[in-house]
């Protein structure tokens, strides 16, 4: 397969990974894991064969940058008693809060929901960025969104 | 998404193998492409930038990334050249799109001076193959860096203009840019 100049892909597809990331890690780590994110497919880029999907190669890298990120925030020392203010993040996301909700669900069902509302990818995409089946995708999705509906209504 | 810190990581990197930008020229935009070799591509606006870019991609490296900053000093060259301020250009040039006989009719092109002109007999004389006439034709229909390499400078036998990737008003253009005649 031939692949595209580097720069289709930032055109096309760099928005849908930034959305993405907004989504999954928070509009304030989002810049730091798309820069992640474009380093790290442009330096393998040249290697690659045989992909025919370009938009979730670059998913499933932002979804790893995703989980870095996640476990560089785990080590971070939690302030106690006063909450910094943080300015307010860009509105990109219509509902943050919502946004929040979706972050707290387990690994598997947050990158699936995320995918599928944030980067509007169907099942059998969402599958192949969190390497599972069409079905299960489907599954993952309907499970984070229970759990979602459930905290949104309590 | 900030792109621009993108591009400047990735240079610091040495991860951006082509890097292009547009140039304007008194005969519409061109777009310009340098490897760390030198220039490895100029294109005139009647070129299909897609396909230049796609070429490229396909044979050279596919990290190709529009960065405006790395084709300051090739902007500057060709502006001062349009002008009548300059005669030779600095950037050196990538020869990696150009192989064989094709190769040596350009290397053999790119010594015509300034203000020069040659016989595409001539040429094929001058890059090691006196009867090969037609090729060194091709050779110049294809150039992959015109203005850089002049293959404006290569007429046919008697004067005539032959012919002319960037059309033959440019080929034109650039001669009597050379000549002195054009500046105002």
């Known amino acids: ?154 | 998404m900030n792109t621009a810190e993108f591009v400047k990581r990735a240079q610091a990197e040495g991860l951006i193998d082509v890097a292009y930008a547009g140039v304007d020229s008194p005969f519409g935009h061109l777009t310009a492409a340098v490897t760390g070799a030198g220039i490895v591509r100029l294109a005139f606006e009647g070129e299909e930038i897609d396909g230049v870019l796609q070429e490229l991609a396909d044979r050279v490296s596919p990290r190709v990334l529009e960065v405006p900053a790395r084709l300051d000093d090739v902007r500057r060259e060709l502006d001062e050249y349009f002008e009548g301020r300059r005669n030779a250009f600095e950037t050196p040039v990538d020869w990696q799109l150009s192989h064989g006989f094709h190769l040596k009719a350009r290397e053999a092109c790119y010594a015509i001076p300034f203000g020069s002109v040659l016989t595409y007999a001539e040429l094929a004389a001058a890059a090691g193959s006196p009867r090969a006439v037609r090729a060194a034709g091709q050779a110049m229909a294809r150039n992959p860096v015109p203005i850089v390499v002049p293959c404006h400078r290569v007429l046919r036998t008697g004067g005539a203009l032959g012919g002319y990737g960037g059309g033959l008003d440019v080929k034109r253009w650039l001669l009597d840019l050379e000549r002195g005649d054009s500046l105002f």
């Open chain 1, 1 to 154: 397969m031939k692949l595209p100049p580097f720069q289709m892909l930032l055109d096309e597809h760099g928005s849908d990974v930034h959305r993405y990331l907004a989504a999954r890690v928070g509009p304030v780590d989002a810049d730091d894991c798309w820069q992640e994110t474009m380093l790290s497919a442009l330096r393998a880029y040249p290697g690659l064969r045989h992909q025919t999907n370009l938009r979730g190669w670059l998913l499933r890298i932002a979804e790893r940058k995703a989980l870095d990120a996640h476990r560089a925030a785990s080590r971070r020392p939690v302030p106690v008693e006063v909450v910094p203010e943080r300015p307010a993040p860009p509105a990109e996301r219509p509902d943050p809060a919502l946004w929040q909700a979706v972050r707290q669900l387990p690994g598997k069902q947050r990158a699936a929901v995320t995918l599928r509302f944030a980067a509007d990818l169907d099942y059998a995409a969402i599958g192949r960025v969190i390497e599972c089946s069409e079905d299960a995708a489907r599954q993952n999705v309907r499970a984070g969104l229970a759990s979602v509906r459930r905290e949104w209504v309590r």
